[in-house]
């Protein structure tokens, strides 16, 4: 099966400056990739996705890039800001109705 | 537009007493349905998954079953709950039929095994 490392498990960053979040996955097969963002003690929120047949999309200050050869994929988030402090979750779909599998988290920290 | 609800939001059960947590999606028809379970400061974990009514399928043995009574509910149980149980479970949906659909996860009910 999938799986998904994620590094790194926390990051910490002066507000306005950029983070950047690394994935890796184990199964050529997978072709779809989303990026959660979940606040404490809520349900996990979709950020951004990426499918196989493109290599880079943005959303405002959230981009997702893809690197199918490596398989890897990585998450940048320019201008932090407080609110962007979350645990974030990278996740991989191997093409099944049996879900995704979800990296172990990053804990983001926005240091005023 | 399409929700998901699920409850309660925080239960606190003696071991080996029973569970039930519920799930409901609204807006959609044929969603592919989930369990995850996301245990203190880890990753989430997919417990169960269901394609159709009376379709289960079960990712990790343990003490815990799912059922999906009707189209777009999805219910999470067991018998009698272990220390181990205790985390914070997500009910979440997909469309139906193509792989590689969006997964959105309903607000989380936090249990706590005593």
């Known amino acids: 099966g999938e799986n998904v490392e994620q590094h790194p498990s926390t990051l910490s960053v002066q507000e306005g400056d950029s983070a950047v979040i690394k994935c890796t996955y184990s199964?050529?097969?997978?072709?779809?990739f989303p990026w959660y963002k979940q606040e404490l003690g809520k349900g996990p929120q979709l950020i951004i996705d990426?499918?196989?047949?493109?290599g880079e999309k943005k959303d405002q200050r959230i981009a997702v890039t893809l690197n199918k050869t490596a398989k890897h994929f990585s998450l940048h988030i320019t201008e932090t800001q407080p609110e962007d402090s979350a645990v974030y979750f990278c996740?991989?779909?191997?093409?099944?109705?049996?879900?995704?599998?979800f990296g172990k988290g990053t804990h983001l920290i926005i240091q005023p | 537009s399409q929700t998901i609800h699920q409850w309660p939001a925080t239960l606190v059960q003696p071991v080996g007493s029973p569970l039930s947590l519920e799930c409901t999606v609204e807006?959609?028809?044929?969603?592919?349905l989930y369990w995850y379970r996301q245990a203190a400061g880890r990753g989430l974990q997919l417990l169960f998954y269901?394609?159709?009514?009376?379709?289960i399928s079960s990712e990790v043995p343990q003490n815990l079953s799912a059922s999906r009574p009707q189209d777009r509910q999805f219910i999470l149980s067991s018998k009698k709950l272990l220390l181990s149980d205790s985390g914070f479970y997500l009910c979440?949906?997909?469309?139906?039929?193509?792989?590689?659909?969006?997964?959105?996860f309903g607000e989380g009910s936090w249990l706590t095994v005593v």
């Open positions: 199964d050529s097969a997978s072709n779809y």
């Open positions: 990426i499918r196989s047949n493109v």
């Open positions: 269901s394609v159709g009514i009376g379709q």
């Open positions: 996740a991989a779909n191997e093409g099944g109705a049996d879900g995704l599998t």
């Open positions: 807006g959609t028809s044929n969603p592919n």
């Open positions: 979440a949906w997909s469309a139906g039929g193509a792989s590689g659909n969006t997964i959105y």
